[in-house]
């Protein structure tokens, strides 16, 4: 009985640091992959409203200078930190 306890025990410790590592690995994950693409991808979209907003007081309101869209492009990213 008490050889089978131990065998429990060392299951749970496995368990348990498995589950730790996969977190961490996660969270690294979403840290470095996917937080930095969505900001990326907000900011996209930002910046084309603004650039385009800009633009529309000269004519056509669908186009938009690349140098207005690229400052307010890298503003964004500036304050979410990238």
């Known amino acids: ?14 368990i348990i640091i ?11 994950f979403y840290w470095f992959e996917l937080r930095p693409s969505n900001i990326k991808k907000g900011c996209a979209i930002w910046a084309i409203d603004k650039a385009i907003n800009q633009y ?5 309101s669908k186009k938009y200078q690349p ?16």
């Open 1 to 14: 009985m008490n050889k089978i306890m131990e065998r429990i025990n060392k299951n749970k410790n496995t």
């Open 18 to 28: 498995t589950t730790i590592i996969l977190v961490l690995i996660m969270g690294i």
């Open 56 to 60: 529309g007081n000269y004519g056509d």
């Open 67 to 82: 140098a207005v869209y690229d400052d307010y492009f890298e503003r964004c990213l500036r304050e979410k930190g990238l």
